[in-house]
Each structure stands twice: as structure tokens, then as C-alpha cells.
């Protein structure tokens, strides 16, 4: 396979790390490209904690709502959950578009390059046909997923800390 992309680094995932990674080496100058599979921003902007954050904040008002009438009076409070998924969708996630995020990390200088990413050879990534030979190196920022150890009773749970 031959290579047919060269650039100063190339950051696998973008993330909140990856992309803050991927900005920042662009704005010093760097030749970039970012390779993201799913939503620039990540498991956090548009799944975990952004839009948790967003959940709790509605919960903790309607819990300090329910302490009104010991203290100051009274109040009535309809709990409605539409309101939440309708600020999730608009304001947090943009109903999980990642165009913003995108558009930010080229005005940066960097470039997007979506798909599935693979190490081939030193510094070198494979994304489909197209690979990327990087002359400075490349930031693994891959994140994770979930998982569940799998625990024996005679070894504990490797890598895990864990023992049964």
C-alpha cells in the first residue's frame, strides 16, 4: 500500500482530547488531520456528560421546588420530561450534528477525515483506501467503550485492580 498523504501528526479521535489536541497542534502551525469515526466532540459532548449534566440540572430544580412549601410558601410544579430531551437535542447536541465542532477544528487549520482508522506501520494510518504518513507522529486519542471485566476466582480480574 502505498502512501498517499503526508502530514506533521495525525490524532486518532476526536474527542474532547483529540480535538483539543488536534486544534491546538494546527493553531501552532502544524500540518493536522483528525480521523473520527462517530460525532467530533465525543461520547461526552453528545452522550455522557453533557447531556447527563443537563438531566441532573432538571432533577435538582424539581427536588428544590419540592422544598418550597417549607420554607417559602407554595408552589406548583408538572414535571415534564419533553422539555429536557427538546434542550438535550437543541441546545447541548444540536440533535447530535457535529458540523459546529467540525467547522471549528478547520478554522483551526486542521483537517476531518472520517472513518474507521487503523495503525499500519510507523506513524503511518490507514482509513479505507486512503493512508496517512505522519512526519512527527500520531496521538492515539481513541477513548474507550464500555466493557465489563471478566473476572476468574484464582487470577482477579486482569488490568482491572480488582480482585474477587
Request: aromatic fraction near 4%; hydrophobic fraction near 35%; proline fraction near 4%.
Amino acid at each position: 500500500m502505498s502512501v498517499s498523504e503526508q502530514d506533521d501528526v495525525v490524532v486518532l479521535g476526536l474527542g474532547p482530547g483529540g480535538e483539543y489536541v488536534a486544534g491546538a497542534l494546527a493553531e501552532a502551525g502544524l500540518d493536522v488531520v483528525g480521523i473520527e469515526a462517530e460525532l467530533v466532540g465525543g461520547e461526552c459532548t453528545y452522550w455522557g456528560c453533557v447531556p447527563s449534566k443537563l438531566m441532573i440540572r432538571a432533577g435538582n430544580l424539581l427536588a428544590e421546588a419540592g422544598r418550597v412549601p417549607f420554607l417559602a410558601g407554595e408552589v406548583k410544579v408538572t414535571p415534564d420530561w419533553s422539555r429536557v430531551a427538546g434542550r438535550i437535542r437543541g441546545e447541548a447536541t444540536d440533535d447530535w450534528d457535529d458540523q459546529v465542532a467540525a467547522e471549528r477544528l478547520a478554522a483551526k487549520g486542521g483537517r476531518l477525515v472520517r472513518g474507521r482508522r487503523r495503525l499500519t506501520g510507523p506513524r503511518q494510518v490507514t482509513v479505507g483506501e486512503r493512508t496517512f504518513q505522519a512526519r512527527q507522529g500520531v496521538v492515539l486519542a481513541t477513548g474507550t467503550g464500555p466493557g465489563s471485566p471478566r473476572c476468574r476466582a484464582s487470577r482477579g480480574c486482569r488490568g482491572s485492580g480488582v480482585r474477587r
